[in-house]
């Protein structure tokens, strides 16, 4: 049955492969690549050592893999690492990483095109990063025996059932691939769909939070002038979240009048909707690009900040967990000694949540965040433990790197 499901899969990415290249061909993703991803042009190896090849979908796992790229950059020299990924914008991120020697779109998941890059390139080892099962990609390795590890794996709940709708092709895509987990939930879930090898490393993303800088801090503080308020931060505000959040921020100035707020949304897009919220809130706000003295609101429209603004606050909310959306990234605020606060949907960091278990706080609605937020500027001292109990459960956690780093390079050898 499996061998039927893997002759049918390739048949059919086959032929879809063309057409899809015809509806695909401006899309911002997939413009100028297309003769690459079908098979017809092929990458040039860099350099005449062993190659490593890295497959990344998009932003989130390069960087995820950017600290393993330069620690085997370091330890093994004459390595060429080659990385592909989907998305324009993970192409563009990976190029400007150190470490990476050739950058190239993901082909098509047809047998040929997979066959052809993996004979011009021939990768000691194929290296993917997180859930980016590709059935031909893995099976043409498999073929051709080199190699294939997952490294950071992930695997919600949600994703195991949908492979699980196939059982027997997830199996046969995945006996022979090697899992490094980032979490036991996620290793358990590839072990159930068939994974050849699976082990728990921890996740490559804890050693990718930023050291803090004080210096920095104490001049991002001046420049907001703030002085000795006590501040608020809720750092990457999720479509459909901006409104719950004005609502939080009203009702903690009830309590707290001199509560100075940083709202720093997603996307770009969301500056609309916040700047209309903030009009109607009667708050003197201003933008981050064009600081006004003497305001009580300060929206982010600013790029690459929002690490270095949660080193400022006294509390900070992380966005997208009121809203149905999955969460996002709690240990920025943590690794600066921050009370971090976050809704109840989390199910995409529930690895950050395994960290630090018991020394974040929890809010299910507007009124509990505003209520905490309130509570922590006029309490400081009932926080100062849970906060510092989460960033040394963070510096515990980290090192994760150098347990992937020996795994790929007993492949190197």
């Given at each position: 049955?499996?061998?039927?499901l893997?002759?049918l899969y390739?048949?059919?990415?086959g032929v879809?492969?063309w057409?899809?290249?015809l509806?695909?061909?401006r899309?911002?993703?997939?413009a100028g690549?297309?003769a690459g991803?079908?098979?017809l ?5 860099p350099?005449t050592?062993?190659v490593l090849w890295?497959?990344?979908a ?14 085997l ?8 690492v080659c ?5 324009a914008?993970?192409r563009q991120?990976?190029?400007?990483m150190?470490g990476?020697?050739?950058?190239f779109?993901?082909?098509f998941d047809?047998p040929?095109?997979?066959?052809r890059?993996?004979l011009?390139l021939n990768?000691?080892v194929l ?7 590709w059935p ?6 498999a073929s051709l ?6 490294v950071n794996?992930?695997m919600t709940e949600?994703?195991?059932r ?5 059982p027997?092709?997830a ?5 022979s ?10 290793a358990?879930?590839?072990s ?10 921890g996740n490559?993303k804890?050693?990718?939070v930023?050291d803090?800088?004080p210096?920095?801090r104490d ?6 002038g703030?002085?000795?308020?006590p501040?608020?931060?809720a ?11 004005f609502?939080?921020v009203?009702?903690a100035?009830?309590r707290?009048?001199?509560?100075f707020?940083i709202l ?8 609309g909707?916040?700047?209309?919220l903030?009009?109607?809130s009667?708050l003197?706000?201003c933008?981050r690009?064009?600081?006004?003295p003497g305001a009580d609101?300060?929206l ?5 900040e929002l ?18 959306t999955?969460?996002?990234?709690i240990?920025e605020?943590?690794a600066?000694g921050?009370?971090?606060l976050?809704?109840p ?8 949540l395994?960290?630090?278990?018991g020394?974040?706080?929890r809010?299910?609605?507007?009124e509990?965040?505003?209520d905490?937020v309130?509570?922590i500027?006029l309490f400081?001292e009932k926080?100062r433990?849970?906060a ?7 510096e515990e ?6 347990r ?10």
């Amino acid at each position: 049955m499996a061998r039927v499901l893997t002759l049918l899969y390739s048949l059919l990415a086959g032929v879809l492969a063309w057409p899809a290249g015809l509806l695909l061909r401006r899309h911002p993703n997939f413009a100028g690549t297309i003769a690459g991803r079908l098979g017809l042009t092929l990458p040039e190896p860099p350099g005449t050592g062993p190659v490593l090849w890295v497959h990344a979908a998009s932003v989130g796992e390069v960087k995820a893999a950017a600290g393993l790229v330069r620690a085997l950059k370091g330890t093994c020299p004459g390595v060429s690492v080659c990385l592909s990924s989907m998305t324009a914008t993970g192409r563009q991120v990976a190029a400007g990483m150190p470490g990476v020697d050739l950058v190239f779109p993901l082909p098509f998941d047809t047998p040929w095109a997979m066959k052809r890059h993996l004979l011009r390139l021939n990768p000691r080892v194929l290296v993917i990063v997180e859930t980016e099962l590709w059935p031909s990609l893995i099976t043409q390795a498999a073929s051709l025996g080199i190699p294939v590890v997952v490294v950071n794996g992930r695997m919600t709940e949600r994703s195991a059932r949908r492979y699980g709708l196939l059982p027997s092709l997830a199996r046969a895509v995945l006996s022979s691939v090697r899992v490094l987990a980032m979490a036991e939930s996620d290793a358990s879930r590839f072990s159930r769909l068939g994974a050849g090898e699976v082990e728990t490393l921890g996740n490559l993303k804890l050693d990718s939070v930023a050291d803090v800088d004080p210096e920095k801090r104490d001049e991002i503080r001046g420049s907001l002038g703030v002085g000795d308020r006590p501040v608020f931060i809720a750092g990457s505000i999720r479509e459909g979240e901006e409104e719950p959040v004005f609502r939080a921020v009203e009702r903690a100035r009830k309590r707290v009048p001199a509560l100075f707020s940083i709202l720093a949304p997603r996307h770009p897009g969301q500056m609309g909707t916040l700047t209309g919220l903030a009009e109607k809130s009667g708050l003197r706000w201003c933008l981050r690009s064009r600081m006004e003295p003497g305001a009580d609101l300060v929206l982010v429209d600013t790029m690459g900040e929002l690490f270095s603004l949660y080193g400022v606050s006294s509390a900070a909310y992380v966005g997208g967990s009121l809203v149905d959306t999955g969460g996002q990234n709690i240990l920025e605020p943590i690794a600066w000694g921050v009370p971090t606060l976050h809704g109840p949907h989390m199910d995409n960091f529930t690895w950050a949540l395994e960290v630090v278990e018991g020394f974040t706080i929890r809010v299910q609605s507007p009124e509990e965040l505003g209520d905490a937020v309130a509570d922590i500027a006029l309490f400081p001292e009932k926080y100062r433990d849970l906060a510092r109990g989460a960033r040394d459960r963070l510096e515990e956690k980290r090192g994760v790197t150098l347990r992937y780093l020996e795994k790929i390079r007993e492949y190197l050898r």
